[in-house]
């Protein structure tokens, strides 16, 4: 087959074509097979694909034999332009009258995309010889180092500096002392303590008045969040102590609480949420004044 294009398109051959293909209707490098079907010029139902693929991997074996060896890159290339090819003319064989279902039609958007890809390939082949062009041009380039003309030169104005040796080293030692890490003081913040146990006699007085009450009516009073969690906690050491029961008939509904325990007398409270937390670099530092 003749590897030029009658109607005068371009056809943008590689100077070294590497990979070639050796068909009854084509004779010529890979990449103007490629060109040919993607200008329609060839039908891709034409081409015998396993005769392709059983002479890259002659081409490939030659390459061995030879000690050139061959790149990954250029298998893989092969490999991906190769399944598109087959899905391509996979997708040719389609007959060509109506789409008779949504699967038709689906082939034929396959199709479509396949090609794309192809173009897609095409382009991204020329532009790679493109670079490579230019790439060759500008490394016979050179710049042209010459000192500034004697005319202009005399124009700079003389350069003073005011810093002797002395304050160069004490700029040094500022910027080459490694600094501390910074620290973000917290004093001033600061919010008013909730004492639990406190909030616990509340909770009670309330339970023994009201028998059983909604979670969302203990809290209906609070002043803050810190309350609502310190409430809460309450809540949790009370039905330790077994002094009341929960209830929630659905899920993510009102939480009813039941009194249980005594009608009179004292209920123990716990102290535990009331005492502040003491950070291990706290106990150090207090550990090192005591020394």
Do not use: C
Not at 20 to 28: A, E, K, R
Not at 261 to 266: C, L, N, R, S, Y
């Amino acid at each position: 087959m003749d590897t030029q294009l009658s109607n005068g398109d371009e056809v943008i051959t590689p100077e070294n074509p590497g990979f070639s293909v050796h068909l009854t209707n084509f004779d010529g490098p890979f990449d103007l097979l490629l060109q040919l079907i993607s200008r329609h010029k060839m039908d891709i139902t034409e081409v015998a694909l396993s005769a392709v693929t059983d002479e890259f991997i002659a081409f490939i074996r030659a390459l061995e034999i030879s000690g050139e060896g061959w790149r990954l890159d250029q298998a893989t290339e092969f490999l991906v332009i190769a399944a598109t090819l087959l899905d391509l003319k996979a997708a040719k064989l389609l007959p060509s009258g109506e789409v008779e279902d949504e699967e038709d039609l689906a082939l034929l958007e396959a199709r479509d995309l396949l090609f794309a890809r192809l173009l897609q390939y095409r382009a991204f082949k020329e532009i790679a010889a493109t670079f490579n062009q230019r790439i060759e041009a500008f490394d016979k380039t050179f710049a042209r180092v010459v000192s500034l003309d004697p005319a202009l030169a005399s124009l700079l104005p003389e350069v003073l500096i005011g810093v002797g040796a002395s304050r160069f080293a004490a700029i040094a030692e500022r910027v080459l002392t490694p600094k501390s890490a910074p620290v973000v003081a917290i004093e001033h913040l600061h919010s008013a303590l909730v004492s639990v146990s406190e909030e616990s006699k509340l909770v009670v007085e309330a339970l023994r008045k009201g028998r059983t009450m909604s979670f969302r009516s203990l809290i209906s009073d609070a002043s803050s969040t810190l309350v609502v969690v310190a409430r809460f906690l309450a809540l949790l050491d009370l039905y330790r102590q077994g002094a009341l029961r929960f209830n929630q008939v659905v899920a993510l509904g009102d939480l009813q609480i039941s009194w249980t325990g005594a009608e009179t007398g004292e209920i123990e409270t716990t102290d535990e949420f009331d005492v502040p937390v003491v950070l291990e670099d706290e106990k150090a530092d207090s550990k090192v004044d005591g020394e």
